[in-house]
Each structure stands twice: as structure tokens, then as C-alpha cells.
């Protein structure tokens, strides 16, 4: 058979073959890259189901126990009874995505294990620190600390009170948080400490203070440099 790439040896001229698309461009499906987008965390309502009073009770719990894949949420219209985090609370279940208070939830959240609460806090709307309600957050040792780390925006303390009888309370804000304070700052706690985890990049906000109500001449403020 006389191919086109003879004729260009042999001296003679033909066209080269043409593609029976005549030019015209040849769709094709490309393979792209997967791209997980992770979902903000669920929402957990106190319901104090089981009659326990207790957190580590899966029964007191509208989707069983509290993780960091969940927001704890204390809401007057699901239950106003008090909730105890005491040492029976598993290590999975010390680290939440949020902990809010709503509608009104006036009841009492215990910090009586010997151990941290954390609230590790994402972008997403669901998740942070959001107390807005006056509600008591009693911490019964100087080791039941409450940790906010994560979020800008979304950990808001509005209302309700950061307490201990026995010793000066703790709250740690740390991992480049936030926390805005737009309620009465004389209510939340003793010591507050920003960049515990010495990460730095955590931030302290107030709004709307006055002299009378803010109570900071209480604090003790401490900032930890960056390591």
C-alpha cells in the first residue's frame, strides 16, 4: 500500500489523512482528585434520661455520649436538670466539638472529675463555646479546667457563671482561639489563661463593658508567650 510517509520520500504529493472528526475537539472524562470536606459536629442534647445526673451516662444523652465529633448542648426545652463530669467520664468523652446552654437552661454543669473539659472548637456554625444563658459552670478543683482551643468567631460567652467554692476557677483559652465576651465579664471566673498550651495566636475579646459590671480589677489575666 502506498502510505502518505512514501510519497513525501518519493517526490509525489499527497494530503496527510484526515481525522474523520474533521478537526473538531474530542471530549474526555477526566479522573479528579477526591476531596473529603469534613461536617461539622452533631448536635447532643442533655436530656437527663437515664436520671443519673451524671455526663458519662450514654442514657442522659439524646445521641449517646458527648465526643469531639459532637456539640453538648444544655437546653431547658430537652431538660433543667443539673449534669455532674465527674471521674467516671471516659478519656473519648473529655474533648467535645461545642458546649452551649439555650433557652433559658439555668441548671448546673459540675466539673468534679480531677480532669479537664475541653471544647475543641472548628470553623462550622455547630461547634464552639456558646453559653448564653445563666447557667453555672462550677469547677471543683483546681484541675477541672475548662479548655476552649479552636474557632474565632464561634465561642461567644454571653451569660451565666465560671465558679469554684474551694479554690480559684480556671478557664484556658489556647490553639489560636477566641473567645468573645459580650455578657458580664464579672461573672466568668478567676483566672483566665490565654495561650496555656503555649501555641500562642489565642485572643480575649470584650464587648460591650462598662467599668461597673466588668469586674476585671477580680482577674488574674495571664498571657504565655509563644515557644
Known amino acids: 500500500m502506498f502510505t502518505w510517509l512514501q510519497s513525501v520520500f518519493s517526490g509525489r504529493r499527497t494530503s496527510p489523512p484526515r481525522s474523520r472528526f474533521h478537526g473538531r475537539a474530542i471530549p474526555q ?22 436520671g443519673t445526673g451524671l455526663w458519662s451516662n450514654a442514657g442522659n444523652w439524646s445521641d449517646g455520649l458527648p465526643t469531639v465529633a459532637k456539640t453538648a448542648v444544655f437546653d431547658s426545652g430537652r431538660s433543667t436538670a443539673d449534669c455532674k463530669y465527674d471521674n467516671t467520664v471516659a478519656t473519648a468523652n473529655q474533648v467535645v466539638g461545642g458546649l452551649w446552654s439555650l433557652n433559658g437552661y439555668a441548671g448546673k454543669l459540675s466539673l468534679m472529675g480531677g480532669f479537664s473539659l475541653t471544647v475543641q472548637a472548628t470553623a462550622d456554625a455547630s461547634a464552639g463555646f456558646q453559653w448564653a444563658t445563666n447557667a453555672n459552670i462550677w469547677q471543683s478543683t483546681a484541675g477541672d479546667v ?7 468567631t464561634n465561642n461567644v460567652w454571653s451569660n451565666g457563671t465560671v465558679n469554684n467554692n474551694s479554690t480559684q476557677s480556671n478557664l484556658y483559652i489556647n490553639g489560636g482561639s477566641t473567645l468573645q465576651i459580650t455578657g458580664s465579664a464579672s461573672a466568668l471566673g478567676d483566672n483566665i ?10 485572643t480575649l475579646d470584650f464587648y460591650y463593658q462598662t ?16 515557644s
Do not use: C, K, M
Not at 489563661?193 to 489565642?202: A, C, E, K, L, T
Not at 467599668?211 to 509563644?226: K, N, P, Q, T, Y
Open 29 to 50: 472524562l477526566e479522573h479528579l482528585d477526591e476531596r473529603i470536606v469534613p461536617a461539622g459536629p452533631t448536635i447532643d442534647y442533655w436530656t437527663n434520661g437515664a
Open 146 to 152: 475548662l479548655i476552649i482551643t479552636g474557632g474565632t
Open 193 to 202: 489563661i490565654i495561650g496555656q498550651d503555649s501555641h500562642g495566636g489565642s
Open 211 to 226: 467599668s461597673a459590671s466588668s469586674g476585671l480589677g477580680f482577674w488574674v489575666i495571664r498571657l504565655i508567650a509563644e
